[in-house]
């Protein structure tokens, strides 16, 4: 089972601050997901990062993937508390059947 | 259109006994997925079903089973249940499965094991 490092674990901030969540792991990914969760909820796909290096935009979320494919940063700017969730990384198993999660980052946006 | 639908909800156990949790998949949707998301960790793999047959299966006790029904709605059975099972389980809807569809999750069903 490919192993995904998340970190921080919790994040609370203030509405208006900037933000950077990390996924970290020692295996290649041929490519890597990032899902919020809020609670009550389940995980909602927010981008799938594919090529070394990549950067995609959603809205104010930037989402890049390193250049080895081994990690991918989350930046959130100006962050509102409607960004208040539970922020997963996850990559497809070898076998194609299986998404492997990090624990996830809970990040906490108070006015 | 409708998501992931599950029932029930929420659901009180004591160890040994066992439950049934069901899942409707996205109507068009032939595979479904199963994930066990204990709190404060991130979702754990536990099967998946295509067409009423298994594809995959993480790391679980035999006392975890599933089926796919023709209609493609799925139940996951577990069995002997200790107090570790509690946690929340997700079912996930995908066209095909695999790596190159995306999976719709549904709002879970909270098990709790006293």
């Known amino acids: 089972t490919q192993l995904l490092e998340q970190s921080p674990q919790f994040l609370s901030i203030q509405e208006g601050e900037n933000l950077t969540v990390y996924c970290n792991s020692s295996?290649?990914?041929?490519?890597l997901q990032w899902y919020r969760q809020e609670p009550g909820e389940g995980p909602v796909l927010l981008v799938t990062?594919?090529?070394?290096?990549e950067v995609k935009k959603l809205k104010r979320l930037t989402f890049q993937f390193g250049d080895a494919r081994k990690d991918s940063s989350l930046h959130i700017t100006a962050a509102q508390p409607g960004d208040t969730g539970l922020y997963l990384c996850?990559?497809?198993?070898?076998?194609?059947?299986?998404?492997?999660f990090g624990k996830g980052t809970s990040l906490l946006v108070t006015p | 259109d409708a998501g992931v639908t599950q029932s029930p909800t929420h659901l009180i156990k004591t160890r040994g006994q066992h439950v049934t949790l069901r899942c409707s998949p996205i109507?068009?949707?032939?595979?479904v997925s199963w994930y066990q998301q204990v709190l404060g960790q991130g979702p754990q793999f536990i099967f998946q079903?295509?067409?009423?047959?298994?594809?995959g299966r993480g790391n679980f006790p035999d006392r975890f089973s599933a089926r796919q029904f023709p209609n493609y709605s799925s139940e996951l059975n577990v069995n002997a249940l200790l107090l570790g099972d509690s946690a929340l389980y997700l079912c996930?809807?995908?066209?095909?499965?695999?790596?190159?569809?995306?999976?719709?999750f549904g709002p879970g069903t909270r098990l709790t094991v006293l």
């Open positions: 996930a809807s995908s066209v095909l499965g695999g790596a190159s569809d995306t999976q719709y």
């Open positions: 295996s290649v990914f041929s490519s």
């Open positions: 990062v594919v090529t070394g290096g």
């Open positions: 996850a990559a497809w198993s070898n076998s194609g059947y299986a998404l492997n």
């Open positions: 109507s068009g949707h032939k595979s």
């Open positions: 079903y295509y067409e009423k047959e298994e594809r």
